[in-house]
């Protein structure tokens, strides 16, 4: 196959038309390889990145992609995504799977500017694939304990998922929850053109409160996935309100080919702590994938203990993975040097 290396935006933007046909194709695909959410992630990382596309020839369309980090000083590559993305993989049309695999394992086996491969929370069944090609002469791998991201397999209706996926106890308490929003004139602005930036400010300062101060950079990075998301159709993102008072915001990201509901960050203000904002606010975006369509909601990263028990969620699993390049024939002349060093100067004359 014929393979390509896009390393710039210019290149990525002609790639939507091929990229969005691919990733609507591949079964393994998530909204984190989606044209719309690497377009956001990858304009805020300078020239720290390139994408691999393969095509069965020159003059055809591209079937397989993969996402690339470097990390240049240390010789440090990351797939594509990490650590913003929580469902890292490859995108591929299934005819190809066998041969992209294996072309992408030998653009790696041959190109020498790397010694580290971080390959972390991959969700996709063809990383054995992608790893059996690399030779165990050349290289060692190193897995780690995998990720646990809870999700929930969506019933047609709110009452049958109350009814099969929790307790009495916990089914009353989200009625309760989504109730006292009515009784007290809460109410929930979901985003649009108009609210949009003052939507992402109210969410990430929540945040920031919930796990810590992020660094501007950072902040830049989901901002500009955020709009992204939003351009493309593809965010939740909505706000609960008590009057003029921003009470609690989440966001997520859709994907409507594959009916899949991700929901990604969401925080709250402490001093409605005693009103559940955020079990509320979960409870409602749960609601809303139901009534919408979709099948699947993603808690994403994280075995937090309310995931299950407030929300009956089970788990699935990310790997994660390093690829070291084997440097012996190196390491051997550095030995070798070292011990001729010490044996020159033991029989040096006094």
């Not at 691999?52 to 594509?80: C, M, W």
């Not at 309760?176 to 990430?204: A, P, S, Y």
Request: aromatic share 16%; hydrophobic share 35%; proline share 3%.
């Amino acid at each position: 196959m014929y393979l390509d290396i896009i390393t710039n935006l210019r290149q990525f933007d002609e790639l939507k038309s091929d990229w969005d046909l691919v990733s609507q194709a591949d079964p393994n695909s998530t909204v984190f390889v989606s044209w719309w959410w690497v377009r956001g992630w990858i304009g805020t990382l300078a020239n720290n990145w390139f994408v691999l596309g393969l095509k069965p020839d020159k003059q055809t369309s591209y079937v397989a992609f993969l996402i690339v980090r470097k990390q240049n000083k240390e010789k440090v590559l990351h797939i594509g995504g990490n650590p913003e993305s929580d469902h890292t993989g490859f995108i591929c049309l299934p005819e190809y799977e066998e041969k992209a695999m294996q072309d992408f394992a030998n653009y790696f086996t041959y190109n020498k500017d790397w010694e580290e491969f971080h390959i972390l929370d991959i969700f996709d069944n063809r990383l054995d694939r992608f790893l059996n090609d690399f030779s165990k002469n050349k290289f060692y791998f190193q897995e780690f304990d995998k990720t646990c991201c809870p999700y929930i397999p969506l019933e047609t209706t709110w009452d049958q998922y109350l009814a099969k996926s929790l307790n009495a106890k916990k089914r009353n308490k989200l009625r309760r929850c989504l109730k006292q929003v009515r009784d007290n004139n809460f109410c929930i602005n979901h985003v649009n053109e108009d609210n949009l930036h003052r939507h992402i400010d109210i969410l990430l300062k929540f945040w920031q409160k919930r796990w810590g101060k992020q660094s501007s950079k950072n902040l830049s990075r989901y901002r500009a996935i955020f709009q992204s998301s939003f351009e493309s159709g593809n965010l939740f993102l909505p706000v609960l309100w008590n009057g003029l008072d921003p009470v609690s915001a989440k966001a997520a990201f859709l994907d409507h080919s594959k009916k899949s509901f991700s929901g990604y960050i969401y925080g709250w203000d402490e001093s409605y702590v005693k009103l559940s904002p955020g079990t509320t606010m979960h409870a409602y975006a749960i609601r809303y994938a139901i009534e919408n369509g979709y099948k699947i909601y993603d808690f994403l990263r994280g075995a937090e203990e309310y995931k299950f028990s407030s929300f009956g969620a089970t788990c699935r699993y990310n790997r994660n993975i390093f690829i070291h390049r084997k440097r012996i024939i190196k390491q051997l002349k550095r030995k070798l040097k070292s011990y001729g060093e010490r044996i020159t100067k033991g029989c040096s004359a006094p």
